[in-house]
């Protein structure tokens, strides 16, 4: 099922074995290579330090919050070798430029949703600039509709005309 990425935000950490929180969710951790969220930042209830969550580490996502096993889920960020280059990253796609390949601008993420069970980000919502927002609103753009990920910009494949452009708006 898809959710917007704040669906994801927000929430506590909570434990099977001692049925309490014991950590709150602060960000999502995203591979920019695939659009993967590979973990969530999380502030630990105890000792206040800001750990990391693994969604494999993650036996099921409530309306509540992220139900694991216990504490022993939550990593020190420098422990995880193999994340270590995209926790580094601090990879953010909110407010990113999108251009077209051939570089027409589009506008800036505005928001994403994210299929709850691959935890790959699916759709991005682009909000168009002011001027060119008059009689359109928000742009969704399809994860196979995107060609490239630079740390400052997404590019897409090139809106074939402006029907199909409108098609894909809400309004």
Do not use: H, W
């Amino acid at each position: 099922m898809l959710y917007l990425n704040n669906y994801f935000l927000d929430k506590e950490v909570l434990s099977l074995q001692t049925t309490t929180p014991i950590a709150s969710i602060i960000k999502e951790i995203i591979n920019p290579d695939n659009l993967k969220i590979e973990g969530f930042y999380c502030k630990d209830r105890f000792s206040k330090k800001i750990l990391v969550l693994l969604v494999q580490d993650i036996r099921e996502i409530v309306d509540d919050g992220y139900i694991v096993n216990d504490q022993e889920a939550l990593a020190d960020p420098e422990d995880l070798v193999k994340l270590r280059e995209i926790i580094n990253i601090d990879f953010n796609l909110l407010g990113k430029k999108v251009e077209t390949i051939s570089k027409d601008k589009i506008g800036k993420v505005s928001d994403y949703s994210i299929d709850s069970s691959s935890m790959f980000i699916q759709k991005l919502y682009v909000q168009k600039p002011l001027l060119k927002n008059l009689n359109n609103g928000t742009l969704i753009i399809g994860r196979d509709q995107i060609n490239e990920i630079t740390p400052n910009k997404v590019i897409i494949n090139d809106l074939l005309s402006p029907s199909l452009q409108n098609a894909n708006a809400i309004v």
